[in-house]
């Protein structure tokens, strides 16, 4: 995964909220990086925003929930694209589910990127904007909240 | 699936039969607007994949995305929507549940739109193939989802050459 810049000073910024400071990694030693959101249509009503976790600490812990202003979106849901019945060389169906939870096992990075896991945005307040950003809160069930930065763009970084 | 014709909702719903101009190739995607993650994804993939054309083979492609919701797309938002991604395109919307049906048939799409009360949210799960159809109404390419654009790109590339 390309770590750019802005990956870095993502990850520096989270891990301050975090932890508010990063010499201690003793909640769990959460990193957020690489935050990005899709443009949306300007009448879309749904957005989507991926990043991914990395794990460093020595316990496992869980995504549980997501939030972002209201200036943004009403709501923001943890979802999953699955693909299923693929059976007998037919394509997959394309299904997307709510999740309650995603695991971060310690020592692993989880990604929410197209295809798989992702933040939903639902009733968008405005379009989704190239070389804007968003702001989003993640909660853990035990490092808490984590907020992020995701950059807006036309395609996948 | 080139007897197949749905009605081009942003050319005042005309008929637009599922096969290519001659010399050119017509891709077709069968999704909803209110996906967030599979269209987008797709039919970003695809604009970067024409983008990246030639221009003079750029013409001779035409994109068509056949609404699977077509409550909630209106032709106007369904417009809206691909002309984020597409300089040109055909939006496809048949209120028709019948003539959907077939067309889905006709390209082995499959959907399900989730049982919801009027004016909720819901979802529609739906197989996720984009096709690339020739003249002769032949699907002459199939990309699945996760298609990255420099592959389709390098699909395009062969088959506008011969």
């Given at each position: ?12 910024i989270t891990c ?16 957020v ?113 984590i907020?992020v ?9 | ?162």
């Amino acid at each position: 995964m390309n770590m750019s810049k802005l990956g870095w000073s993502l990850g520096l910024i989270t891990c301050v909220l975090a932890l508010g400071g990063c010499a201690a990694p003793a909640s769990g030693g959460l990193e957020v990086s690489a935050a990005w959101a899709r443009t949306s249509p300007t009448l879309a009503m749904a957005g989507a925003v991926y990043l991914q976790i990395t794990n460093s600490g020595t316990a496992d812990d869980a995504l549980t929930a997501v939030s972002v202003d209201a200036t943004v979106a009403a709501r923001a849901e943890l979802h999953e694209t699955v693909a299923t019945g693929s059976n007998m060389g037919s394509s997959p169906m394309m299904e997307m589910r709510p999740v309650d939870r995603i695991v971060i096992p310690h020592g692993q990075t989880v990604m929410l990127q197209p295809g798989g896991y992702h933040v939903m945005l639902m009733d968008l307040a405005a379009p989704l904007e190239a070389s804007s950003q968003i702001r989003v809160t993640l909660t853990f069930e035990h490092a808490g909240q984590i907020a992020v930065t995701a950059d807006v763009r036309d395609t996948a970084p | 699936v080139g007897s197949v014709t749905l009605p081009d909702a942003s050319n005042g719903g005309a008929a637009l039969p599922m096969r290519a101009e001659p010399d050119g190739l017509l891709i077709v995607y069968f999704g909803y607007t209110s996906c967030p993650d599979v269209c987008p994804t797709t039919m970003s993939e695809v604009g970067q994949a024409i983008r990246a054309l030639p221009t003079d083979l750029t013409a001779r492609i035409d994109v068509a995305m056949v609404t699977l919701d077509p409550d909630r797309d209106t032709a106007d938002r369904l417009t809206d929507y691909l002309g984020h991604f597409f300089a040109r395109s055909h939006a496809v919307r048949t209120t028709d549940a019948d003539q959907l049906d077939a067309a889905a048939a006709a390209f082995q799409v499959r959907f399900s739109v989730e049982e919801h009360q009027p004016g909720s949210d819901y979802k529609v799960s739906h197989t996720a193939v984009t096709y690339g159809v020739d003249e002769t109404g032949t699907v002459r390419v199939e990309w699945p989802f996760g298609m990255r654009s420099d592959a389709i790109t390098s699909d395009l590339l062969i088959l506008l050459a011969e």
